[in-house]
């Protein structure tokens, strides 16, 4: 008996063990980035009297991409999932995001709160799901997709991507694969449901391990999905692959806003160089070391664009007034939806059983 109670209790700490040294990573990071490093390119009184010195048409400028950016956090979501509406899917989006950006987890976390969300508004299970699985392979697609596009931009326009070539050629292979494994298990019934049936034995074997489990679900359950995938893509493909393509790169249009009003001019850092920097950025962002790429983020551009030729001060500006405007509307969005989410139940969805 004691056995058995030693066992999960050993479990126990060795999970908090793993929690905590992430943890403490995240935070080496975080701190490391902005008490050390960032000072290495300007001192933040030199990027303080750049953020001073911001015009009020600047300004205006700067929250107008913002307000576009939080605006296209939506039409995703209303395309994977019928029936939401438009200030439904802000809710979900804002709220979720927030949860990636504050709770231990990141990305699952922000997936775990929309689907919760969305089941306490009605929708099915299977709907969730669905959505869930095609918004982030679209994201991911487009995160993976755009290193490649700004590699071949800058080689055909001469300049220097080697800063970018490793993570293009990562991104293309990475690209690739997602895109042909979906496309594999959309190919056929019966591929799809020999990919269900062996996922479910590998995640089974691993549940055991930890003594839980088995799942609910098997190659059954991948071919209901492929189904219905199909039906959806077969309609809104195209819906989908264009917003989320505008929602990406709105986050881009922040960035690019930020640089010119920070006095980082197209002669030193150009429209295709930004873009490129921006993109490696987004690739190690989505890396998941610490919350929402702290740190991570703040530090690939700052080198990036600094090594364009942008100016130091300008740069580290311009990169801290980005993270700052698309983080903090996001988390002070988010409480409100998250607060609020009840009262946004899209009309004409039954409430749940």
Known sequence: MSAEVEQPAGRDRKR???????GAVAVAVIVGTYVFVLPQFANYGEVWAQVKALSWAWVGILLATVALN???FAPPWMAALPGLRFWPALTVTQASTAGTYLAPGGPAVGVGLSAAMLFGWGF??????????????WNQLAILGCPTLAFALLTLTGGDGAALQTIATIGLAAFVVVAGAFAAALASSRMARRVGDLAARVVNRLLQIVRRGPVGWSGESFVRFRIAAIGLLGRRWHVLTLATLA????????????LRALGVGPGE???????AGWSLARVLGSIPITPGGLGIVELGLTTVLAGFGGNNAGVVAAVLVYRFLTIVPTLALGAVAGATWRRHRPVGVAEPG
């Open 247 to 258: 929602g990406q790169l709105s986050v881009f249009l922040v960035l690019l806003a930020s």
């Open 70 to 72: 939080v605006v296209t």
């Open 124 to 137: 099915h299970a299977d709907q969730i799901a669905l959505a869930v699985t095609l918004t982030g392979i």
């Open 269 to 275: 850092v150009s429209l295709i160089e930004a873009f």
């Open 16 to 22: 908090w063990l793993k929690r905590g040294l992430a």
